[in-house]
């Protein structure tokens, strides 16, 4: 008889030690269980009657001590839980969900081709100068041998401000050149990316703000063949190793002799397409030798030093790359249109 009691004692004590509770209900069913006014305990209390005498003392230790082993894994399990239901509510985190896909910006397709074109003449030894976009009427026009009444300024239709008309919004990156040649005396070789300003009227081909590059080499003894190995190898490296380029008499205020450069149409291998308008060639840059007025005017004797410089835009050839038809999108910032860049380097 008193074996049986011994053993259901021992039963108790297996359960109370096993439980585990994953929540503070579960909890309280246990506290309940075990240690409330009407616990499973009590009735054994009033089993110690059948208990033979000699066992009795032991009988009521063993029962004691179920009780505070209760009491004791209540504890535990109470702090357990408590740890646990801070941190899910402190961090409000389901650290086991799986991670949101982050979303991954796209470079801009005129970031893309300046980089390129930068990096291309940053290998001949260009360095990148920058400078302003308001610029004075001296850097953008009457530097560059463009003086106020000259029939070339109509070339470019200016913005200027209103409040000092002496100043404007520069409609080429060929004001970077009085600058440089201001600040610093030959050798120079810099190419000058940035934003330009034209009064023109917003189309699918024009825009009255674009991006130009600019460049720069002065020093003694540089020809028309320095200039023209120079655009060429640029040619290849941009549009691949079979590119030609040719060399048009052309008219700029600040080069004599002036050329535009074309390049042998990349997308149709100069076969003839829509965008070489069944030419072979698309036209790229303008360019030519420094006019020694153009050095006189910024203190750089041209007796001593001869130069070369071009300058291209860079929608055109962004949006000959790319394939793109309307250069409107290239200032939206429409994320239907950028995101299709993600792959573009
Ligand atoms: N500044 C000219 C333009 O905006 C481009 C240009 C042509 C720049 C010839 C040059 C150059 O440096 O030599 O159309």
Not at 14 to 38: C, H, M, V
Not at 100 to 115: C, E, M, N
Not at 291 to 313: R, S
Request: aromatic share 8%; charged share 25%; glycine share 6%.
């Amino acid at each position: 008889m008193s074996e049986d009691l011994f053993a259901k004692l021992n039963t108790v004590l297996g359960e109370i030690n096993s439980a585990q509770p994953t929540d503070t209900a579960e909890l309280e069913q246990f506290r309940i269980k075990y240690l409330g006014s009407k616990n499973t305990l009590k009735p054994l209390f009033g089993e110690i009657k059948n208990v033979a005498p000699e066992r009795k003392g032991e009988f009521g230790k063993v029962l004691n001590s179920l009780k505070q082993a209760a009491e004791a894994k209540f504890a535990e399990l109470s702090t357990a839980l408590s740890i646990k239901s801070d941190a899910a509510e402190t961090s409000g985190l389901d650290l086991t969900a799986p991670g949101l896909p982050r979303k991954l910006g796209a470079r801009h397709p005129i970031s893309a081709t300046q980089d390129k074109i930068i990096s291309i003449f940053g290998r001949m030894g260009f360095a990148v100068a920058e400078d302003r976009e308001i610029e004075d009427d001296w850097h953008n026009f009457t530097a560059m041998n463009t003086p106020e009444d000259h029939p070339a300024r109509d070339m470019q239709d200016t913005f200027y401000l209103r409040d000092n008309p002496n100043n404007l919004l520069r409609t080429h990156t060929s004001s970077v050149q009085a600058r440089t040649m201001t600040a610093t005396k030959p050798p120079i070789r810099i190419i000058a990316p940035g934003r330009v300003y034209r009064n023109e009227t917003i189309s699918a081909r024009a825009h009255c703000q674009f991006h130009q590059v600019e460049g720069l080499y002065i020093d003694k003894n540089v020809s028309f063949a320095d200039m023209k190995q120079t655009l060429l190898f640029f040619a290849k490296e941009m549009y691949g190793p079979d590119s030609k380029i040719r060399l048009r008499p052309s008219y700029f205020p600040f080069t004599e002799p002036s050329a535009e450069m074309d390049v042998s149409c990349f997308i149709c291998d100069a076969k003839g397409c829509s965008v070489c308008k069944h030419t072979g060639w698309v036209e790229i840059l303008g360019c030519g030798m420094v006019d020694p007025e153009v050095l006189k005017n910024c203190d750089i004797d041209p007796e001593v030093y001869t130069g070369f410089a071009f300058g291209m835009g860079i929608e055109r050839q962004a949006m000959m790359r790319y394939k793109i038809n309307d250069i409107r999108l290239l200032f939206e910032n429409d994320v239907r249109f950028l995101q299709q860049f993600q792959s573009v380097h």
